[in-house]
């Protein structure tokens, strides 16, 4: 497989069109490479030690089976609605499911956007006095979320390129960052291996569930199919080749750490491991270089989760699932939606704990993902799709699914009943607005 990375010149685009290839890999990248991999790597290390890019892959291998779905269903539809369109299309005579879905992944880029925020935060003030207050942390977060949602108004040209310069900038930074944390290794794997402890297959496949949220984001892609060149070819490359190159940066990331920096470093400063461990190996130099790889990652993961996010959100409203003021666009841009998904991603930083929000963010795209492999299956006569490589997938994401959960229970109940609290307030504001949408549909039908 071919993942061409070669500029279009912008003089054969078709009109309006702005986005290409490198622009569309850089909003799937940057949805993925953000704070996903930094929050997870303390979780995971503290959960399996040295097995930790081993789960991480396998969240990798968990991504591709759910963006299989994706793709085929993409490239058929063709609806920047994306997740909510597809399951309004291919189950008409449910509007209920339709509404509850859209509201369901609309939060769920809503927690990314909160994660990503916060961790940006937590590297940028990780070298002061006051790195550990978490006010302060928060309204740095609460800025930063600011700063993308004024760039994503004024201009959807403007963020592409921007996203292309941070996206392909980080990813330089990163993979330097690994390197030389490899290089200065103060251990080796069998060494690691030797002293894990037990380590159960469970654990490993439990974690992998839950970095499922750091590989959240090439859905991203189709949000944007309005302002892409050849959907049909472009929706695929980007999002497989967003992928691939997402899980090889982690693999190196997390082996370069776990090999470098003490396990109990990591654990402690779970929001900036990465500064912390290099500022004792690799001194002031070497920290400063992981700040700005970390403030590049998540600041493209929040500019391009607006981005995208902002766009299905106004798709659902245009349906009326949603408050209609929503769905208004200047230049084709909802800023509304976009001002709207902002201010609720910093009343979720305000008011939730980071692992909270990562697990949430996990729980909801995997179960959104099922739904969507378990809707190509139905029409896979028409998406070109293979059952087996489908029903792969739904069994894959049933059972990542289930681990988060079993997790949970046996570990966070009280975060469980959270996270639950907030699927029943979102499957009201659902219920309410699908309800209301039949009723509109019916007086219709009289007059």
């Given at each position: 497989?071919?993942?061409?990375?070669?500029?279009?010149?912008?003089?054969?685009?078709?009109?309006?069109?702005?986005?290409?290839?490198?622009?569309?890999?850089?909003?799937?990248?940057?949805?993925?490479?953000?704070?996903?991999?930094?929050?997870?790597?303390?979780?995971?290390?503290?959960?399996?030690?040295?097995?930790?890019?081993?789960?991480?892959?396998l969240g990798g291998i968990v991504a591709a089976m759910a963006a299989y779905s994706y793709i085929k269903l993409g490239v058929y539809?063709?609806?920047?609605?994306?997740?909510?369109?597809?399951?309004?299309?291919?189950?008409?005579?449910?509007?209920?499911?339709?509404?509850?879905?859209?509201?369901?992944?609309?939060?769920?880029?809503?927690?990314?956007?909160?994660?990503?925020?916060?961790?940006?935060?937590?590297?940028?003030?990780?070298?002061?006095?006051?790195?550990?207050?978490?006010?302060?942390?928060?309204?740095?977060?609460?800025?930063?979320?600011?700063?993308?949602?004024?760039?994503?108004?004024?201009?959807?040209?403007?963020?592409?390129?921007?996203?292309?310069?941070?996206?392909?900038?980080?990813?330089?930074?990163?993979?330097?960052?690994?390197?030389?944390?490899?290089?200065?290794?103060?251990?080796?794997?069998?060494?690691?291996?030797?002293?894990?402890?037990?380590?159960?297959?469970?654990?490993?496949?439990?974690?992998?569930?839950?970095?499922?949220?750091?590989?959240?984001?090439?859905?991203?892609?189709?949000?944007?199919?309005?302002?892409?060149?050849?959907?049909?070819?472009?929706?695929?490359?980007?999002?497989?080749?967003?992928?691939?190159?997402?899980?090889?940066?982690?693999?190196?990331?997390?082996?370069?750490?776990?090999?470098?920096?003490?396990?109990?470093?990591?654990?402690?400063?779970?929001?900036?491991?990465?500064?912390?461990?290099?500022?004792?190996?690799?001194?002031?130099?070497?920290?400063?270089?992981?700040?700005?790889?970390?403030?590049?990652?998540?600041?493209?993961?929040?500019?391009?989760?607006?981005?995208?996010?902002?766009?299905?959100?106004?798709?659902?409203?245009?349906?009326?699932?949603?408050?209609?003021?929503?769905?208004?666009?200047?230049?084709?841009?909802?800023?509304?939606?976009?001002?709207?998904?902002?201010?609720?991603?910093?009343?979720?930083?305000?008011?939730?704990?980071?692992?909270?929000?990562?697990?949430?963010?996990?729980?909801?795209?995997?179960?959104?993902?099922?739904?969507?492999?378990?809707?190509?299956?139905?029409?896979?006569?028409?998406?070109?799709?293979?059952?087996?490589?489908?029903?792969?997938?739904?069994?894959?994401?049933?059972?990542?699914?289930?681990?988060?959960?079993?997790?949970?229970?046996?570990?966070?109940?009280?975060?469980?009943?959270?996270?639950?609290?907030?699927?029943?307030?979102?499957?009201?504001?659902?219920?309410?607005?699908?309800?209301?949408?039949?009723?509109?549909?019916?007086?219709?039908?009289?007059?």
């Amino acid at each position: 497989m071919k993942f061409p990375f070669r500029h279009t010149p912008s003089v054969h685009r078709t009109r309006n069109k702005n986005l290409g290839v490198p622009e569309l890999i850089a909003i799937a990248l940057g949805g993925m490479v953000g704070g996903g991999i930094f929050t997870v790597l303390g979780i995971s290390v503290s959960m399996i030690g040295v097995y930790t890019p081993l789960a991480i892959g396998l969240g990798g291998i968990v991504a591709a089976m759910a963006a299989y779905s994706y793709i085929k269903l993409g490239v058929y539809y063709k609806d920047e609605g994306a997740t909510y369109a597809f399951y309004k299309k291919t189950f008409p005579q449910t509007p209920f499911a339709a509404s509850l879905i859209g509201w369901w992944v609309i939060f769920g880029y809503i927690s990314t956007l909160a994660l990503y925020a916060y961790t940006f935060a937590s590297y940028a003030i990780s070298g002061f006095a006051f790195a550990d207050d978490v006010w302060i942390r928060k309204l740095v977060a609460g800025g930063i979320i600011g700063v993308f949602t004024i760039i994503n108004i004024l201009s959807v040209k403007g963020m592409g390129r921007i996203e292309d310069l941070m996206v392909y900038t980080k990813l330089v930074i990163l993979v330097v960052i690994s390197f030389v944390l490899i290089n200065h290794s103060q251990t080796t794997l069998p060494t690691l291996l030797e002293n894990n402890g037990d380590t159960t297959i469970l654990n490993i496949l439990i974690v992998a569930s839950l970095t499922f949220v750091a590989y959240e984001g090439f859905q991203l892609v189709i949000n944007a199919v309005n302002e892409m060149e050849q959907p049909e070819k472009n929706i695929p490359r980007a999002i497989y080749a967003a992928i691939f190159l997402a899980i090889l940066i982690y693999l190196v990331i997390s082996l370069g750490a776990i090999l470098a920096i003490p396990f109990n470093d990591i654990i402690e400063n779970k929001e900036y491991a990465l500064a912390s461990g290099a500022d004792k190996i690799l001194g002031h130099w070497g920290t400063e270089l992981v700040i700005i790889g970390a403030l590049l990652a998540t600041s493209s993961a929040i500019s391009g989760t607006v981005f995208g996010a902002s766009r299905q959100m106004a798709a659902i409203a245009d349906d009326h699932y949603l408050p209609a003021f929503l769905s208004t666009r200047s230049r084709r841009i909802p800023t509304y939606a976009i001002l709207t998904m902002s201010s609720l991603a910093f009343v979720l930083v305000l008011s939730g704990s980071l692992q909270v929000i990562l697990e949430f963010g996990s729980v909801t795209f995997l179960i959104v993902s099922l739904l969507m492999a378990y809707a190509n299956f139905k029409i896979r006569h028409k998406t070109n799709s293979s059952a087996i490589i489908t029903l792969i997938s739904l069994f894959g994401l049933a059972s990542a699914t289930f681990l988060i959960f079993y997790y949970e229970i046996s570990k966070h109940p009280e975060q469980l009943f959270f996270i639950l609290s907030i699927y029943v307030l979102l499957t009201a504001g659902a219920w309410l607005y699908a309800r209301n949408q039949r009723r509109k549909n019916r007086l219709g039908m009289l007059s």
